[in-house]
């Protein structure tokens, strides 16, 4: 497509939403590395088989004897018996192989700073991290807190906890140090390595001076571990804080290999579920590398000799996990990192580094799509994108005009979009198109990949052929968690109780056409998707009513045109509270609990909230509200004239965005 923008762009994409599916441009089909469709009933034969013989492509220091003991379900064993090393796989093979030049990062830092990372530098600073980790006291099992921005320390920390079998416990840099602390607490970990400031949109945040607030309450924290990215003069505790290159300066630079059983844990990922509570979901060594190694490879038919990814998520979500630390790295693949926004410092920020380092495959989430989208189609066209091959879509539904906008803007009409549906739980890619194989429908996932089952059922549990119903998935896949840590009774309640320890309930709603393709819908639960970003409910509303002047809060979502969902938060104040101008202060206290993201777009003040006669907030009639639609029946309600009060408010107030 030649590259066109304003009206010419609109009308064609008009015309493109006619088209139902878009089969794979006819070149790359022809090179694709799955390209015939037998691939889904070879795996579907043998599930097992299938997964053995992809765990082959990893190297294993012993081999497995059992591929899966489901005896104990829900919780599953993978590649029993087998020994692997994480941190060998993503680095020292390579390295070993002779491909220690290969880059395994561009790094590009948010004043323009650029860093070639390569194998053998990753070699190199991963062993001397995990000997200055070993020299701090940590051994296999103890759980290591990670709170970075995105800069090449927060690959090298990953890796070397996986080097000496220490579970990291990344905290996303956008969260507020209070969740860190609760992160940290309830996972015990034992070190924290964090920075003495972040880069954000051209401020420096001090986050050391900020984390030593909430230090101080943590028993188990033994050290905290300091990388120096900005000039900023931080507090160091003497005997408990080390700067981060002193350490490896002083740590052995050898670190010999320690094989750990498959089943070991890799990683705990706080997420949110219904509850205020995050829960900590465990992955393990074994299964989880197989699965992102596998799907990296296949999904994004990545070639690890010419290719560059770029998968533009920040490493502290299960994206980054997956798709810019171990499945790229497993696979030998040159990647891109990126610090900043991106729209820092400006809205060709992306582009302009896809044209520089010539980035090929590159994954995105819908936010970002629709944000570059309202920003206008001139932004991309200054750059010359003809290095892409595939686009992939990640963490929310992306509807048919973003999903064609991508395709044309920025794919050129040449490259396959990849919708991949999967969760921080499932560790992998489980839903999306096979690039080389599937005819793409706009805003659809498509299929389970081969060896994954998934249907959609309905309230009993039974498979729907077509219509709207529960997403379950019904076998147990390589990159599944295996508990929520410390809790797995819990696991169990959530996961594997409604339909039986067989079925893995999603939490998602979807929808399954004609042709047995799958739409996914949004959460059924009380989670809002925010940009990608999973919030409950529940937390934000105990962020919330933690306030001094709030009596009670209920918290819903409301659509949006870019975020996807965005937060409303009913709000009843402590009676006498004047709240004017209490907005700011309300949503601050929430950045200062949550982080920044969980703010809500607008606060409704009102002096109650519509309830049942028992007392349980109504909050169908809430989303209602937020979305201006009709009300239908409240004669259920407690005191119907909440309705009327909240209804006038809106009208008056209207939105009270920043
Ligand atoms: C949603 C992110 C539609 C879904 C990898 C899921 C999606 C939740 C898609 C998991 C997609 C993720 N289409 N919805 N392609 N991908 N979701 O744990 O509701 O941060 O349950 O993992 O995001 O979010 P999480």
Redesign the pocket.
């Known amino acids: 497509m030649t590259k066109i923008s304003g009206t010419a762009l609109q009308e064609h994409l008009e015309t493109l939403l006619e088209v139902t599916a878009f089969p794979p441009p006819a070149a790359f089909a022809q090179s694709a590395l799955w390209k015939d469709p037998d691939v889904y009933a070879e795996a579907d034969a043998d599930p097992q088989a299938w997964w053995d013989r992809h765990a082959r492509d990893l190297h294993w220091h012993h081999p497995w004897d059992t591929v899966l003991d489901w005896s104990d379900k829900p919780f599953a064993k993978w590649f029993v018996g087998g020994k692997i090393n994480a941190a060998y796989n993503c680095v020292d093979r390579h390295v070993e192989a002779g491909r220690g030049d290969r880059v395994a990062f561009y790094w590009r830092g948010e004043e323009g700073e650029e860093q070639t990372l390569t194998y053998s530098w990753l070699h190199a600073q991963v062993q001397r991290a995990a000997n200055a980790l070993v020299d701090l006291g940590v051994r296999p099992g103890d759980v290591v807190g990670i709170y970075l921005p995105m800069i090449p320390e927060v690959v090298v920390a990953m890796l070397a906890c996986a080097r000496i079998g220490a579970p990291h416990n990344v905290v996303f840099g956008g969260f507020s140090v209070e969740s860190v602390r609760e992160r940290l607490e309830e996972s015990h970990a034992k070190v924290l390595i964090t920075a003495d400031g972040a880069r954000r949109r051209g401020k420096v945040h001090q986050i050391k001076q900020e984390i030593d607030t909430v230090t101080s309450s943590l028993p188990d924290l033994e050290h905290v571990l300091v990388v120096r990215r900005t000039s900023v003069n931080c507090p160091m505790a003497a005997g408990r804080d080390v700067d981060w290159d002193d350490a490896l300066a002083a740590a052995n630079p050898l670190a010999p290999i320690q094989a750990f059983d498959a089943e070991h844990p890799l990683f705990i990922l706080y997420?949110s579920g219904s509850t205020a509570k995050p829960k900590g979901i465990l992955h393990t060594t074994g299964g989880y590398l197989v699965g992102v190694a596998h799907t990296t490879k296949y999904i994004f038919d990545l070639r690890p000799e010419t290719d560059v990814f770029w998968c533009s998520a920040d490493v502290g979500?299960?994206?980054g996990h997956s798709y810019i630390v171990y499945g790229p790295l497993l696979n030998g693949a040159t990647s891109v990192m990126y610090e900043g926004a991106p729209d820092y410092p400006h809205r060709a920020i992306w582009w302009e580094t896809v044209e520089r380092y010539k980035v090929s495959i590159f994954y995105t989430a819908p936010t970002a799509v629709r944000a570059c989208m309202s920003w206008g189609a001139e932004e991309p066209n200054k750059h010359d994108l003809s290095s892409l091959r595939l686009l992939g879509?990640?963490?929310?539904?992306?509807n048919p005009k973003a999903w064609l906008w991508y395709r044309e803007v920025i794919g050129g009409g040449n490259c396959p979009i990849i919708?991949?549906?999967?969760?921080?739980?499932t560790g992998q890619i489980m839903i999306a198109p096979v690039p080389g194989i599937t005819a793409a429908k706009p805003g659809c996932?498509m299929r389970p990949l081969p060896g994954i089952k998934a249907d959609v059922v309905d309230p009993d549990g039974n498979p729907i052929t077509e219509g709207q119903g529960l997403l379950v998935l019904r076998r147990p896949w390589p990159g599944m968690l295996r508990t929520l840590y410390n809790e797995p009774e819990r696991f169990v309640r959530t996961y594997w109780s409604r339909f039986g320890p067989d079925t893995y309930l999603?939490?998602?709603a979807a929808r399954i056409d004609a042709d047995g393709d799958i739409w996914?819908l949004?959460?059924t639960d009380d989670v809002i998707?925010v940009s990608?970003?999973?919030l409950s409910t529940a937390e934000v509303e105990s962020a919330i009513v933690s306030h001094p002047k709030v009596a009670e809060s209920a918290v819903v979502a409301q659509h949006d045109e870019i975020t996807g969902q965005a937060i409303v938060a009913f709000v009843t104040p402590v009676e006498g509270t004047e709240t004017e101008g209490m907005d700011h202060e309300l949503r601050d206290h929430v950045a200062e609990m949550i982080g920044k993201l969980a703010r809500p777009k607008r606060i409704i003040w009102t002096y109650d909230l519509p309830k049942t006669r028992s007392g349980k907030i109504m909050r169908r009639l809430l989303r209602d509200i937020a979305a201006g639609r009709d009300l239908g029946d409240v004669t259920t309600l407690r005191d119907p004239a909440v309705m009327d009060q909240l209804r006038k408010l809106i009208a008056e107030r209207g939105d009270s965005e920043d």
């Open positions: 997420t979500w299960v994206t879509s990640v963490g929310e539904p992306i919708d991949t549906w999967w969760q921080t739980e996932a999603v939490g998602d996914i949004g959460r998707n990608g970003h999973r």
